[in-house]
């Protein structure tokens, strides 16, 4: 069975990508479809700057990437009036952000997805001097979907997705956006963050920061000394299956509104830190390392071990180590908490083509150019199922995906993982053919699934 008709039957939503707690939303109004294009989608350039070698890395250039032609933009969308077109896709105040919750009413998601560091503290990651570059090609998919045939242009007709970008090796075969966005807006990632956090380790370890992911957090941080999440072996923080209770959705998310608003917002009678707010959750319901259970909190607690062992921010760590050195065209920002530390569940935010120059450097397991930015064997250890986690399969961990160190497996004979947020928010990676897809969006759909497999089978 394709990939795209296993994850229409699953149904997977929120469990794959939930950040933070989903407060009643205000009544979607209904409005007629004013969808509109300012900007044709240009003919397709190739860039006169390219390398020849497979992972070899993109060229560079002198100077900063300006907004390419081939790209298309449009300042509608499906439904535009629905998500806010009408009022300038406005950016809700702190006070509402606070009071809505994420994923937010439809008519402030546009701007509450493009512009979080205007509501909630950040830490930004600085662009490299020398931005690395894209090719330019043309690519024409088709895929079935309820019977119909669609192109990629189709499915923007009717999903509410901001930004689309589709990438093999060092060359841009589609980039669209919608809903008034463009190539130099930040775009957040939801849950995907929470990947960032699994690699992060991974070079905290060839660093010797950390030993093994056998190590337990409480052997680091003082403060994790005695209770279960300090001492469940690291491994099983990374595979989400510590065994502790935290219910993610139970009653509501009750568990993860909890963590919100102590640990980010820092309310609450008592201000209890990063620290307590994580050790509140303190009840073991399982062994470490036997079911699989989606659970936000275990990419903090694998948060504060980076930000306890490496003496420095997570965001200075990953510009050292992965923004800069693989040519990050643009700043990124990333959600930092009441004691700013980022967190590591929610809230990174970068333009499309800078996550596509990321998930290219997952697809090359690591290497950029000359250098390996990332341990090889920690990207087929994060991506692969290994014996005898076989509760981490597709089909077990999930009814269609399987999960590696916080990053998602997808089901079939090739190799290919995923980031994965909340309300759309998607990079697929396909190893051998170095075929990445950048997708954000506003509302889940089943039918990227779709898309993406016509992509790998067309494209890879």
């Known amino acids: 069975m394709q990939l795209g008709a296993m994850m229409g039957r699953t149904g997977l939503g929120s469990a794959a990508g939930l950040s933070l707690q989903t407060y009643s939303l205000a009544t979607r109004m209904t409005a007629p479809n004013s969808r509109r294009y300012f900007l044709a989608r240009a003919a397709v350039a190739a860039s006169s700057i390219a390398t020849t070698a497979l992972c070899a890395g993109a060229a560079t250039a002198d100077e900063r990437p300006t907004s390419p032609e081939g790209a298309a933009f449009e300042q509608g969308g499906p439904n535009a009036q629905l998500y806010g077109q009408a009022e300038g896709y406005p950016v809700p105040s702190r006070e509402l952000a606070i009071a809505q919750g ?138 989400m299956s510590s065994g502790v209770d935290f219910g993610e959705e139970r009653d509501g998310g009750r568990d993860l509104t909890r963590l919100w608003i102590d640990m980010v917002l820092g309310k609450g009678f008592t201000k209890k830190g990063t620290l307590n707010s994580i050790k509140q959750f ?20 694998i948060g504060v071990l980076l930000r306890h062992v490496l003496g420095k921010p997570l965001s200075v760590y990953m510009q050292e180590k992965l923004w800069q050195p693989m040519g990050a065209e643009a700043d990124a920002t990333w959600l930092v908490d009441a004691e700013g530390i980022e967190v590591a569940h929610f809230g990174f935010s970068a333009v499309l083509r800078d996550y596509a120059r990321l998930a290219r450097l997952l697809a090359c397991d690591g290497a950029w150019e000359s250098r390996q ?88």
Not at 125 to 154: G, N
Not at 284 to 299: D, K, L, Q, V
Request: proline share 5%.
């Open 373 to 460: 930015l990332i341990p090889a064997d920690w990207m087929i250890a994060a991506t692969t199922v290994q014996s005898p986690n076989h509760y981490l399969a597709p089909g077990k961990a999930t009814r269609s995906l399987g999960y590696g160190y916080l990053l998602w497996v997808l089901p079939g004979t090739r190799r290919q993982f995923a980031l994965l947020g909340l309300n759309g928010q998607r990079i697929c990676i396909d190893s051998a053919s170095r075929l990445v897809m950048v997708h954000t969006a506003l509302e889940d759909s089943s039918e990227v699934w779709s898309m993406w497999s016509a992509l790998v089978e067309q494209l890879g």
């Open 102 to 239: 994420n994923p937010w009413p439809p008519n402030y998601r546009v701007g509450a997805f493009s512009h979080l560091d205007a509501i909630y503290a950040t830490r930004s990651l600085h662009r490299a001097i020398t931005p690395s570059r894209f090719k330019r090609a043309d690519a024409d998919v088709s895929y079935r979907f309820r019977r119909q045939h669609a192109s990629l242009v189709d499915y923007l007709s009717r999903r509410p997705v901001t930004g689309l970008l589709v990438v093999r090796d060092d060359s841009i075969l589609f980039e669209h956006y919608q809903y008034g966005r463009t190539d130099a807006d930040r775009l957040l990632g939801q849950s995907m963050t929470k990947s960032l956090a699994g690699i992060l380790l991974g070079i905290a370890i060839a660093d010797g920061a950390i030993g093994t992911v056998d190590d337990t957090p409480e052997m680091y941080v003082p403060g994790f000394k005695g209770t279960e999440y300090g001492r469940t072996p690291i491994r099983d923080l990374l595979h």
């Open 282 to 301: 303190n009840r073991r319901i399982a062994p470490s390392g036997t079911r699989f259970h989606y659970a936000s909190i275990e990419a903090d607690v």
